[in-house]
């Protein structure tokens, strides 16, 4: 017996537009989107004029499975994702062991059956030795190779410029870098050490980590896909200077697309003093200039893309008073959709531009096969939101394995109501349905 499941009087957003109606799911794709649908058979959700968006499309998230799960694992971070309206992720290769081989990209895929809540890839990730296995990966096996251009947690730097310049020039796929200069982020470090020691106050972390690291690191990225014509994605820019190496415009026309991270957009350098290490991540939050810079970017179409980079770390890591210890990142995917939809409340991005952002945008740089839109015939990952219900984050009701939020204590000024994966609904007002059933996510590349 088929499945079939109608969502009734939703405003939906897609493709530039929003419209009243209603959209019938049946074995796992969107069978039709119109008005006034019968179907009698299926489980029916009023959206009571709520918002239905395609999933988001996370790409760029650490789970941290294998080797690292004292901090998290697939299943729990991915069902935190999903309460967080994420349907689909894309997880790096910093992971233990490292995911620099064909064999370990496979195995990840085998540890994500049936216990990934949502749709699946893992990045190979590229190191100084590696470049037999990048040229062996198939264009559609998965949705990158990321290269650590800048050394962050994991020690996965790629520094050799013979060995970028190979990568660049032979990648069978999309390329997506970490760019922050390391040489310039140790000449910085030692300035602080000198005059703090081991304890230097986080505040000065956008100085170490700093925008001329970025500047040097992300022109250098650029340079190398121009000169190589590769198909480039810049993670997590965070300064205004950088956006200048990019294009604004559809990503239809783009060799070289961009990437910016709910915190980068949420935080500013002033909310150091209170979070403290607890907003230590790799790039750095800036100032306010380069949050605003970001979020002008982002309606102008020069960023491409919203993501996460969902990094957790225990607490207990999180407060080693040793700046050099305390590690980098954060955990963010439970909250992250709400946190860019306070770009719409905040009349930076419309609803569509939103989800041009958090949805359509990943599944067009990455050739998501039928993911990212509603569209009759794409597979039904769905997520409804409550834009005028208020979240406060409270510490228990995180889902992370850390448990904890650099959140905690703020109010978003929306909700996700309901989450459906593949046609099934698997979350609801705080409830989680049924099993893990996220599936291998196929790209087309041609
Ligand atoms: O802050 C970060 N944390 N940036 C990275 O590049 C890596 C990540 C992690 O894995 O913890």
């Known amino acids: 017996m088929s499945k079939s499941l109608l969502i009734t009087n939703a405003r939906m957003v897609n493709e530039g537009r929003v419209t009243e109606g209603d959209l019938l799911a049946v ?6 989107i119109g008005s006034a649908i019968s179907a009698p058979d299926a489980t029916v959700i009023d959206a009571a004029g709520r918002v239905l968006m395609p999933g988001m499309i996370d ?34 290769p910093n992971t233990r062991p490292q995911t620099v081989t064909l064999a370990a990209l496979e195995d990840k895929f085998t540890l994500a059956r049936g216990r990934a809540w949502g749709n699946y890839a893992f990045y190979l990730g590229a190191t100084n030795d590696n470049i037999d296995e990048i040229r062996r990966l198939a264009p559609n096996q998965t949705c990158g190779i990321k290269v650590f251009m800048g050394a962050s947690t994991g ?45 230097i106050p986080v505040r000065f972390h956008p100085l170490i980590r700093s925008e001329e690291a970025c500047w040097k690191s992300s022109s250098m990225a650029v340079d190398l896909a121009r000169r190589h014509a ?21 990503i239809s026309g783009k060799r070289i697309t961009t990437e910016a991270c709910v915190h980068h957009l949420y935080f500013s350098e002033s909310d150091y003093e209170q979070r403290g ?11 306010a200039e380069d949050r605003a810079a970001l ?54 991005l419309s609803l569509p531009q939103l989800v041009q952002k958090v949805s359509h945008g990943p599944a067009q740089v990455f050739n998501v096969c039928e993911r990212g839109f509603l569209r009759e015939g794409y597979w039904a990952d769905l997520v409804l939101v409550d834009m005028n219900r208020l979240q406060r984050i409270t510490h228990d009701q995180l889902l992370y394995k850390c448990g904890w939020s650099p959140l905690e204590g703020d109010v978003l000024r929306s909700s996700i109501s309901a989450t459906v994966v593949n046609g099934e609904l698997k979350y609801r007002d705080g409830n989680f349905l049924g099993a893990a059933a996220g599936m291998r996510l196929a790209f087309d590349r041609g």
């Open 155 to 199: 020690n996965m730097l790629v520094d050799d410029p013979a060995t970028l310049e190979r990568i660049f020039r032979d990648a069978p796929t999309l390329l997506a870098t970490h760019c922050e200069d390391t040489p310039t982020i140790r000449a910085n470090e030692e300035r602080y050490r000198a005059q703090y020691g081991e304890e």
């Open 27 to 32: 074995d796992g794709r969107i069978a039709k």
């Open 295 to 348: 979020r002008v970017a982002l309606a102008e179409d020069r960023l491409d893309v919203i993501a996460t980079d969902h990094a957790p770390h225990t607490l207990e890591e999180k407060q080693d008073p040793s700046y050099f210890k305390a590690p980098a990142g954060l955990p963010l995917v439970q909250h992250a959709l709400a946190m860019a939809l306070e770009l719409v409340h905040d009349g930076v």
């Open 59 to 92: 790409d760029q998230v650490h789970f941290r499975e294998p080797g690292l799960t004292h901090k998290a694992d697939i299943a729990t971070e991915s069902r935190a994702a999903l309460a967080g309206g994420i349907t689909s992720f894309m997880e790096m």
């Open 277 to 287: 290490n607890l907003i230590k991540c790799n790039p750095a939050i800036k100032r």
């Open 230 to 250: 590769t198909r480039l994605h810049v993670l997590h820019l965070t300064t205004a200077r950088e956006l200048a190496l990019f294009d604004s415009g559809p």
